[in-house]
């Protein structure tokens, strides 16, 4: 693990709430969690909402919905409680501004009263803040503060050498200071930037690991002048790699939709999975094999498997474009291995939310025959929605479903009214008798077997594409089977 392995293993995610989740965040925690997990420690949730331009109300709770969705509990946090609290970063504003005039007192931050005109003037010249405020005496600072003039607390960075730090991931990371500005760590309303928040909060609770997105990496050395300045043990850092569009070109968006190869809308938002009808299970398989390796040559394992292997140091730091096409995989091997009553229970919502009546007897019949062919929860309205519609009210699907390849009108009529007596005909109604039969039956009238269980697949479900012909057949029962394909004949007559 590392060389303090003796001390406790504590990490956190600490997300703005900002609105729903993003997946690309998500990871980040599951990372940060799964190494919690692994060495026995402390996961803790802690809400940075510093920026309150940006706080968006609710999103507190859609981050805990989503935690909960995924099964990633939390040791320590707003609604969990815990011995290092509060855990909302507005409910600590006093501690930052302690700390900030700490680093003012000691020289290594100062008073910055610069205006946003003078701000402006900088950056239209095409430069950054040009530090005027940074050498000004303590008496200076004091005479424009009695005056009312506002202030931001900036941090004293090196103007010349190097900083060194070491990522988990990438090893030793070295940093020209020329190149980074002093930055506000205290705004002028009394509110901190990440820079100091995040640092404070860290030490104060504890945190023996910190997993943030590469994104931050440029800050790296700045953060790693503020520990040094407030005199404190730094944690261990892990900059994780971020997900990249399907086509591997640019980082996952937020906010702009984005699709796959195939068209498909990507989901990327944490509500966005749960919509979409995939499993958690799935999802935290899927999410946990991107930028790690399991192993083995595994790509399925359960979260307790990944927990007993899982280490920061294994993370891959290459960016990597983000495989949806896996995800769809991924779910629809969880859809098979899933208990029936499981999976029953996880449909049963979505077939109601469509609209259906749901007989809970019904619905277990019926996973066994859509095990194999669902991507997706959500796949199961098309595919069995019609074993839940009202069956007196079904009427027969166009010609065209029921007329297959080389056959026309009179030819599908005649493979569905030769059909009936056949079936009328049968001591035992079960799949097994009905596909032996009706494959003798369409040998001996002349046909492929696909043209005629295709014909009785679409007369009795009223669609191309369903479970299997026969064991439909069979929960739909000899006398409701034999009612619809003579309704399909009579359409056929009807259109002819």
């Known amino acids: 693990m590392s060389n303090r392995s003796e001390i406790p293993v504590r990490t956190r995610y600490a997300p703005s709430p900002t609105g729903p989740q993003h997946i690309g965040g ?73 700390w900030a005039k700490r680093l003012v007192e000691q020289g290594t931050a100062y008073k910055c009263f610069a205006t946003t005109e003078d701000l402006a003037e900088m950056r239209a010249s095409g430069g950054g803040y040009d530090r005027r405020y940074r050498d000004i005496s303590a008496e200076q600072a004091d005479r424009l503060e009695a005056q009312g003039k506002p202030y931001v607390i900036r941090f004293k960075m090196p103007l010349s050498g190097q900083t060194t730090g070491v990522d988990m991931i990438r090893g030793e990371v070295v940093f020209e200071n020329a190149q980074l500005q002093d930055a506000v760590l205290l705004k002028s309303d009394g509110f901190p930037t990440y820079h100091l928040a995040h640092i404070v909060d860290d030490y104060h609770m504890k945190i023996s690991h910190v997993t943030r997105a590469v994104e931050w990496l440029p800050s790296f050395p700045l953060h790693i002048q503020i520990w040094e300045a407030l005199g404190w043990e730094k944690p261990q850092f892990t900059h994780l790699p971020v997900l990249l569009n399907p086509n591997g070109k640019g980082k996952l968006s937020k906010r702009k939709q984005q699709f796959a190869a195939d068209g498909k809308s990507v989901p990327v938002l944490a509500h966005e999975f749960i919509a979409a009808g995939y499993l958690p299970e799935a999802v935290m398989n899927f999410l946990t094999n991107i930028g790690w390796n399991f192993g083995d040559n595994r790509e399925v394992f359960t979260t307790q498997e990944a927990i007993e292997r899982f280490q920061l140091e294994d993370v891959n730091p290459a960016n990597s474009a983000y495989p949806i096409a896996k995800l769809d995989w991924l779910n629809s091997q969880y859809i098979q291995d899933a208990a029936v009553d499981d999976l029953a229970r996880r449909l049963k919502p979505v077939l109601e939310a469509a609209g259906y009546a749901v007989d809970d007897d019904l619905l277990r019949r019926v996973v066994p025959l859509l095990q194999v062919r669902l991507k997706t929860l959500n796949d199961v309205v098309a595919m069995a929605g019609f074993f839940f519609a009202d069956w007196q009210a079904f009427e027969a699907p166009p010609s065209e479903v029921l007329i297959q390849r080389k056959m026309d009108s009179a030819a599908a009529a005649t493979v569905l009214s030769g059909a009936i007596p056949v079936l009328q005909r049968l001591d035992d109604f079960g799949s097994e008798t009905q596909h032996s039969v009706m494959a003798a039956y369409a040998k001996d009238i002349g046909y492929k077997n696909g043209q005629v269980f295709g014909s009785l697949r679409a007369a009795v479900t009223g669609q191309r594409v369903s479970p299997p012909t026969f064991e439909t057949m069979e929960i739909l029962g000899r006398t409701e089977s034999i009612r619809r394909i003579e309704l399909a004949l009579q359409a056929l007559k009807e259109r002819a």
């Open 26 to 98: 998500i990871r980040s925690a599951l990372f940060g969690w799964l190494f919690a997990r692994h060495h026995g420690g402390q996961f803790i949730l802690r809400i940075e909402d510093t920026d309150q331009k940006r706080s968006v109300p609710g999103s507190l709770e859609r981050i805990l919905e989503s935690f909960e969705w995924l099964g990633m509990d939390i040791d320590e946090g707003p609604q969990v409680g815990g011995d290092y609290g509060p855990y909302i970063q507005s409910e600590r504003l006093e501690l930052y501004q302690t």
